[in-house]
């Protein structure tokens, strides 16, 4: 049973930083790429970032240079390290997987984690 769980969301003023982590567990997440998105309240789920299973890394523009994506194999584990953070970016934030070539859409993601709420304040 494939499951996701996030955890390293919580609150932090404007300029700060977080590090957020997923875990996998009934799959290798070298075979999937692995993304975070995330929805503020009233807004739409957000592309944020995404790694495929040979490494290749992808960033929406709102947080490039500010945002890194990565993953530990051998723990079966991606981090989203978010610096410089900003009270726009305040969400809560899912980590997601899918078989194959990443993608932005949400819906094409098969599996989701229970989300981590990040807060930044001014």
């Known amino acids: 049973r494939v499951q996701l769980v996030e955890s390293g969301g919580g609150s932090v003023q404007s300029g700060g930083s977080l590090r957020l982590s997923c875990v996998a567990s009934?799959?290798?997440?070298?075979?999937?790429?692995m993304a975070w998105f995330r929805q503020s309240p009233g807004k739409q789920l957000e592309a944020v970032a995404a790694i495929g299973g040979g490494g290749t890394k992808s960033y929406t523009d709102y947080v490039k240079g500010r945002f890194t994506i990565s993953q530990d194999n051998a723990k079966n584990t991606v981090y989203l390290q978010m610096n410089s953070l900003k009270p726009e970016d305040t969400a809560m934030y899912y980590c997601?997987?899918?078989?194959?070539?990443?993608?932005?859409?949400?819906?094409?993601?098969?599996?989701w984690g229970q989300g981590t709420q990040v807060t930044v304040t001014s």
């Open positions: 009934g799959y290798r997440i070298r075979d999937f790429c």
């Open positions: 997601a997987a899918r078989r194959g070539t990443c993608a932005r859409s949400s819906s094409l993601y098969n599996y």
